[in-house]
């Protein structure tokens, strides 16, 4: 690959990454071509991209978008979620259903390192939308709560008058 491509491959990655909350980082050794284009769908359906790129390439793209830290080896899969809990979900179910791939190395969740141990442990929290509905069911709890007192105590009152 000449020089204008790479830099080419590595300005798009970076653009991805702007307004991106997580990157993730796997290996995606053993996985087919199959398995891997299943992953990929999985993780476009929630809106999460998932490249294969040189890691020198994006270590360059993670430096110039700004963040640091990050040390890559052996075959890699970069994540790139704007939802870092629906991505992590995705790829915690998927490793479950084959044999623990693609094993989840690293990655930076808002600008902070994380290790796969986060990221299984951001895997078993609510999506935002789950996290929503239950407020949501808390909220109308509680307004069914008080209704039922208020009719409670208009039918008190009813009776002693």
């Known amino acids: 690959m000449k020089r204008p491509e790479k830099e080419k491959l590595v300005a798009e990655l970076k653009a ?25 769908r999985r993780l476009r359906k929630d809106g999460v991209e998932y490249v294969v790129i040189k890691n020198s390439l994006a270590l360059k793209a993670v430096n110039e978008s700004g963040l640091a830290g990050v040390r890559l080896k052996g075959p890699t899969g970069v994540v790139v979620a704007k939802d870092a809990i629906a991505a992590a979900k995705v790829l915690t179910d998927f490793a479950k259903e ?3 791939r693609p094993a989840v190395k690293g990655g930076l969740y808002e600008g902070a390192q994380v290790d796969a141990a986060t990221v299984k442990k951001l895997a078993s ?3 935002r939308d789950e996290a929503l509905g239950q407020l949501l069911g808390c909220f109308n709890s509680v307004l069914s709560m008080f209704a039922l007192a208020l009719e409670a105590r208009k039918t008190q009152l009813e009776t002693s008058n």
């Open 125 to 127: 929290m609510p999506t």
């Open 98 to 100: 084959n044999d623990a």
């Open 16 to 40: 991805k990454m702007v307004g991106a909350s997580a990157l993730y980082y796997t290996d995606f050794t053993g996985l087919n071509v199959k398995r891997m284009t299943d992953l990929r």
